[in-house]
């Protein structure tokens, strides 16, 4: 069931959206029972993540798709240009509105596909909860056709204060725009009386930040967020995915993807630890968290040991009984970094992919497993 770590995340979350919450536990509850005694087949997912576009506006050092390592700026344009028309995304979501999933709108950053705040306009139109993952860095000149869209939770990624932030993102004059963003939605919130979108502050901790996460303190008091989630840092060491590809083999797919996240952390747990206790120490007006939310002796190891493996939390996936990506090609995938496909919604409809026979073969072969090895440091492993 519910990780016994998480527990906090998921009450918080219930406080604000209740209704949100019951549905989130009634759908999570029918992946589980599916994953024990289905042999391979799920329940309808809980949330389906819609991957708008791969290109970004922003070269952030830590991210696997465009950071310094990012495996997507290596793809040839033809690749970085792929997108769903808008007409089949709305065929999508009024499929998709049969069983009312949630729905996270990703990239990239997905307010440079051209038909985002349509998108999310047809999702709410159809009573579905709808999330957007943003580098903040367009969020001025959208701010409020994003409150008016009925968008129910904007999930903003920031570094720290106005030079950190700037100075890991790559682009002048971003926290600004940021900040100028951030106070223009809040102010026509105020205005309509509404508390949508609740706004999200989410903060990968990295060698350049962590040791001054206190900073985002001030920044989520200053615009009034709901929440502050510091992400402890995806990172693998190359044996990680040399062990990988025995599975790749098996499933006939790629997970190279994954080389995106191969670095050297550079982070004294011992030091992000102290910096963690410091921040929970701290009474303030909004909800803080740290995912996934390990002790000292797991943070330590889970920094310092390639070979990691989850001890805090069970190992075993459960996320491709419970969530589904599309990606702009059409393709219904287990995974954000794996090639494998569970088909393609260009050819069919999302309901008879989701327990396909190529979607069957995958659970069966991760449950088997329980993890793969490159799952250790995949986020979704602790969500679930």
Known sequence: MLPL??????????????????????????????????????????????????????????????????????????????????????????????FRPNITLFGGEPLLYSGCLEIIRHIKERQMHCLMITNGSLLEDFALELVESGLDELNLSLDGNLELHNQIRGMPGLFEKIMQGLKILQ????????????????????????????????????????????HNLIFLDTSVIDRQKDIADILKCNFEDWQGFVFNPDIDPDLLYQKIKSIRAKKLGFDVDFYPNFSNRTLLEYYKNPDYMPSEYLPRCLSPWIVAYIFPDGSVRPCLNCSYSFGNIMDNKFIEIWNSKEAIIYRRQLKDNGIFPVCARCTELYRY
């Open 5 to 98: 770590r998480n527990i906090h995340r998921f009450f918080y979350k219930a406080t604000k959206q209740p209704i949100y919450a019951l549905k989130v536990f009634i759908r999570r509850s029918q992946g589980y029972l599916y994953y024990w005694f289905f042999n391979g087949r799920s329940s309808l997912p809980e949330a389906i993540t819609l991957f708008l576009t791969y290109r970004c506006n922003l070269r952030c050092k830590m991210c696997g798709q465009w950071g310094e390592g990012g495996i997507t700026k290596k793809q040839p344009a033809r690749y970085i240009q792929q997108e769903l028309s808008l007409e089949k995304l709305r065929l999508l979501i009024k499929d998709l509105a049969k």
């Open 187 to 230: 102010d026509y919130k105020a205005k309509r009386n509404s508390k949508k979108p609740l706004i999200n502050l989410q903060c990968t901790i990295t060698k350049y930040n962590y040791l001054h996460l206190e900073q985002l303190l001030e920044v989520a008091s200053e615009v009034k967020a709901d929440s502050l989630t510091f």
